[in-house]
């Protein structure tokens, strides 16, 4: 069974920035890719970035493009996203996501809620105006 655990949520000014993190255990986390996704209020989970199994591939939502950065240690079966110039309508629970198969990549897989079987239990960021 994979457990993934976030870590890194909180409350920060327009502007500001907050780094998550989501270990993970329970595989071979190198094996596979990981993504983030978010929810707020009343709203839909959304994708917000992915990265593929060896870290050579990244893919993110528009409305984080060049603000957030995905990225991930093997070694510490440990995936970030750094949350750059943060913006009230960032405000969510994030959530990471392990792909249910070994060797994946490509946006139009990585993208979808649907290619994850494995989430966290969220973190709350609140981006305060």
């Known amino acids: 069974q994979v457990q993934l655990v976030e870590s890194g949520g909180g409350l920060v000014q327009a502007g500001g920035s907050l780094r998550l993190s989501c270990a993970a255990s329970?595989?071979?986390?190198?094996?596979?890719?990981m993504g983030w996704f978010r929810q707020a209020p009343g709203k839909e989970r959304e994708f917000v970035a992915a990265i593929n199994w060896s870290g050579g591939s990244t893919y993110y939502a528009d409305s984080v493009k060049g603000r957030f950065t995905i990225s991930r240690d093997n070694a510490k079966n440990t995936v970030y996203l750094q949350m750059n110039s943060l913006k009230p309508e960032d405000t969510a629970v994030y959530y990471c996501?392990?792909?249910?198969?070994?060797?994946?990549?490509?946006?139009?897989?990585?993208?979808?809620?649907?290619?994850?079987?494995?989430w966290g239990q969220g973190t709350q960021v609140t981006v305060s105006s």
């Open positions: 329970g595989r071979t986390f190198s094996a596979y890719a």
């Open positions: 996501a392990a792909d249910r198969a070994p060797f994946q990549d490509g946006s139009s897989r990585l993208s979808l809620a649907r290619t994850y079987d494995y």
